[in-house]
């Protein structure tokens, strides 16, 4: 088996001197790369298996170099020291070619075993302390969980497969799924999405480490909403704030369709995000993400509407949910009611050129409470997201609109679910926000028309849409 190499990358030669030694002492080839100033190995041929980077600057270059340098060296695997081990910093750092995080503090057992990890293709956080068997936590959550099924079910919430958690928590695949299946029957559900709704409205979802079990709930207002986010809910805020910020100015209109979609990804998967359930669907393919070029030209209206028909045809259990995401190079909105004529412009369009009636059991009138947009014959709910927007959870670094299938609120609604999602994500919107969002209204009880742009509209609004008579639902 050849000799594994590690280049070790580094601003200071204490730093690097100190990576080298701890890994020389378990026989692993080191060369150190050593260097200073703003264009540090940008497009460095690295040249070995691993690479060992010293990282202290979470600024706008720091992250393009080392997009660039892991463009240059794709073969690479790149393990960053970090002195920023958050939560967000490590989304950030993997999201740009990162093949795992550790702290600058890690051991030299802790360095050789990431080394190790991301050489097997596992991705490596930073080292938590994992529950001894004297641990004192309670047995059985007071959600009647068991402590075991407590972290499968928050590791679940946080969008992870089974295999990624068997690697985590270290038991195998089986025994994984063997405490899903006692997790479900405690839960009382049947499948994935609904138990992850069932833990999102209990606190669970996005915790790294293994030492909260149970996530301890969130503080909450008489709405049930939490009102006081942390002073580490504003840092991570601000995070995700300045990343969209980037990522809207940088230049992702002429990017290629999978570039887009990674960033899309990431977004979603940003601990802060406000729904995890998009970041759960999303890693289970439950969510598609398509590029087009401008939402106002006829051709890629056509293409749009052809695939939305396609997706809306895919056989679903009664419970498995699913999202179109659709993302535009072109236009950019300069403020939210430009955005929002760009979103009721693209769907009159869509409307005028659909032969099929209204979907049935939707109205199409938008002053409605039982409005919902339909192609098709299928209805949709449709969230609109833009660089622009005043409310965090409502941006993205390209002009974004989401189709999601209709008939799968009407199935949480009926089940129960509905409630407790629009509660967890009123919760993490607060805690992102500082306030709650109040676009997000009860489903069912006011025309959805009103949230699909993300503007705050005023009581009188009505949207720039007209339902052709021809094409309504012959019942309403």
Known sequence: MPRLTVAVVARSELFGCGAMAALDAFGVATRLVLGRGPGLHADFALDADVAVLEWNEPNRNAWDQLRALHAANPTTKLLVSSLHTDDAAISRLLA????????????????????????????????????????????????????????????????????????????????????????????????????????????????????????????????????????????????????????????????DEATIRDVIGAMIEHPRFPCLGARSALKRDGALVRVFDDMTDDACLSTLSAELADFAAIERGPREFGSFIAVFRRPRAGDEREFENLLWGMLQRLHDRDDAPWAERVSPDTTSPHFSFSLGGVPFFLVGLHPRASRIARRAPLTTVVFNLHDQFEQLRADGGFDRMRDAIRRRDAALQGSINPVVTDHGRSSEARQYSGRHVEDDWRAPFTAHPSKENPDD
């Open 96 to 255: 740009r070619g990162a093949s795992g995080v550790v702290g600058q503090s890690a051991s030299a057992a802790d360095l050789r075993a990431g080394v190790d990890d991301v050489v097997a293709g596992r991705i490596v956080r930073p080292a938590v302390l994992r529950p001894s068997p004297t641990d004192a936590r309670p047995t059985v959550p007071s959600d009647g969980l068991t402590a075991r099924q407590a972290q499968i079910v928050d590791l679940i919430c946080s969008g992870m497969p089974n295999a990624q958690i068997a690697e985590r928590l270290h038991p195998s695949v089986n025994s994984i799924e063997s405490h899903i299946r006692g997790a479900y029957r405690a839960m009382d559900v049947q499948t994935r999405p609904h138990a992850v709704l069932w833990g999102l409205a209990r606190g669970y979802g996005g915790h790294v480490s293994d030492d909260h079990w149970p996530p301890a709930a969130a503080p909450t207002s008489s709405s049930g909403s939490s009102t006081h986010p942390t002073d580490d809910d504003e840092s991570q805020a601000r995070d995700l704030a300045e990343w969209l910020a980037e990522q809207a100015d940088a230049g992702l209109e002429g990017a």
